[in-house]
């Protein structure tokens, strides 16, 4: 039996381009071929005809906690990969799990299920595209829902102590360049080909200036607990909109951020220089009244918002399908762009994944005519599917 079959769509895009009716065939894991002309195609045995749908290279999320009632910080194999079952119904095929600031011990056993999971891969979930490590090197003062009594001084030597056997699949770290000690732990990230990401930061522009120039590239959830953009101080904030270095991540959920300022971030940085998040939390995809803990933190949703007691936002309910949504004033190049490839790209995966031609990697979805995910494939193989909307031919 052939493992390739054909998808036929209304419309297929990626960062670069729009087809009209393309019927893409996929071999294995890969994309054997892009082509036009998928209407007039007769459908065969293991096709799958979705007409009314566009596809699209699949969503990639550098910032997920949780999902489903599930957190990375649980420190096993199985809430791993109920998570990553949890994001290819959003139309994720590929993510990074990412650590809050919580206790060396149990932040290393998230790591040691993480990098498990990463060589037994469930064939059902998004793909982990690798780990990121938000805290524990952030600023006090700027903490939002992390936990201030793991909050630790930058170390570099600390770092590779407790993150030594895991650096192979760290991709990012997410740290405050202002805290002593932070620009000897950005080089030392550098060398071993690790994004510096500045997040949870209190720095001014000067000190980001000199986080750039130790290899920092990137800032967490642009906006939030971060100092902000004044005319005289530009802050991290101004830093993101002005530096072509840095790559900005944001949360698109309308509540952590104006529509107005997520705009205007695009506006600023083009359609290459933003990428989306959804910082979803356990409470993602829960009903209001859920209750869970963050770390060591209570939190609750409520109206579709996670808070501490105290109120203060404790990550996200979003999810990236949810964020296009949000966004979907964009066209479907820029829309793929912001959170498909972009992502890729940070990640050295930009001609691997998140591109719709021959070669790369099967990993799609299916996006129905009411913005909703039709269907999920990860790696050439059907993942989700809602059976209203796509049909596949029986095999
Ligand atoms: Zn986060």
């Known amino acids: 039996m052939s493992d390739s079959y054909r998808i036929l769509a209304a419309s297929a895009a990626d960062f670069r381009d729009e087809i009209v009716h393309p019927q893409i065939t996929i071999c294995g894991k890969s994309i054997e071929s892009v082509e036009t002309g998928g209407m007039l195609v007769r459908v065969q045995e293991g096709d799958i005809a979705a007409k009314d749908c566009l596809l699209v290279p699949g969503f990639i999320d550098i910032h997920v906690h949780g999902?489903?009632?599930?957190?990375?910080?649980d420190g096993t194999r199985a809430s791993i990969r109920a998570i990553g079952r949890h994001l290819v119904k959003h139309g994720v095929t590929g993510w990074l799990p990412t650590t809050v600031t919580a206790p060396l011990d149990i932040t290393v056993a998230a790591l040691n299920a993480?990098?498990?999971?990463?060589?037994?891969?469930?064939p059902l979930g998004a793909r982990i595209l690798g780990?990121?490590?938000?805290?524990?090197?952030?600023?006090?003062?700027?903490?939002?829902?992390?936990?201030?009594?793991?909050?630790?001084?930058?170390?570099?030597?600390?770092?590779?102590k407790w993150a030594?056997?895991?650096l192979h699949a760290i991709k990012i770290v997410t740290l405050a360049p202002e805290m002593e000690g932070a620009l000897e732990l950005i080089q030392t990230l550098t060398r071993k080909n690790i994004i510096t990401s500045i997040g949870h930061t209190n720095a001014t522009y000067k000190e980001v200036d000199k986080a750039i120039y130790a290899g920092a590239s990137h800032v967490t959830h642009c906006f939030n607990a971060m100092s902000p953009m004044?005319?005289?101080?530009?802050?991290?904030?101004?830093?993101?909109?002005?530096?072509?270095?840095?790559?900005?991540?944001?949360?698109?959920?309308?509540?952590?951020?104006?529509?107005?300022?997520?705009?205007?971030?695009?506006?600023?940085?083009?359609?290459?220089g933003v990428i989306l998040i959804s910082d979803g939390i356990p409470g993602a995809g829960m009903h209001d009244g859920y209750e869970f803990s963050l770390g060591d933190l209570p939190?609750?949703?409520?109206?579709?918002?996670?808070?501490?007691?105290?109120?203060?936002?404790?990550?996200?309910?979003l999810t990236l399908d949810v964020a296009r949504v949000n966004s979907a004033a964009f066209d479907p190049c820029t829309?793929?762009?912001?959170?498909?490839?972009?992502?890729?790209?940070?990640?050295?995966?930009?001609?691997?994944?998140?591109?719709?031609?021959?070669?790369?990697?099967?990993?799609?979805?299916?996006?129905?005519?009411?913005?909703?995910?039709?269907?999920?494939?990860?790696?050439?193989?059907?993942?989700?599917?809602?059976?209203?909307q796509t049909e596949r031919s029986k095999k």
């Open 164 to 166: 030594g056997p895991y």
């Open 67 to 73: 999902g489903a009632g599930y957190s990375v910080m």
């Open 114 to 122: 993480i990098s498990e999971e990463m060589k037994h891969p469930d």
């Open 131 to 160: 780990i990121h490590l938000e805290g524990p090197y952030i600023n006090p003062d700027k903490k939002g829902a992390q936990p201030l009594s793991y909050v630790r001084v930058p170390d570099s030597r600390e770092f590779l």
């Open 335 to 388: 829309l793929s762009a912001l959170i498909s490839h972009n992502a890729a790209d940070t990640l050295g995966l930009g001609r691997k994944t998140s591109i719709l031609e021959s070669g790369a990697d099967a990993d799609l979805c299916l996006i129905d005519k009411f913005n909703k995910i039709a269907g999920t494939i990860v790696q050439g193989k059907v993942v989700w599917m809602e059976k209203d």
């Open 299 to 317: 939190v609750t949703v409520k109206d579709g918002a996670a808070r501490l007691p105290d109120g203060t936002l404790a990550g996200s309910m």
């Open 230 to 272: 004044t005319g005289r101080e530009p802050g991290v904030v101004g830093a993101a909109f002005a530096r072509k270095e840095l790559k900005a991540e944001l949360i698109w959920d309308n509540i952590h951020v104006h529509p107005a300022s997520c705009d205007a971030l695009v506006a600023a940085k083009g359609s290459s």
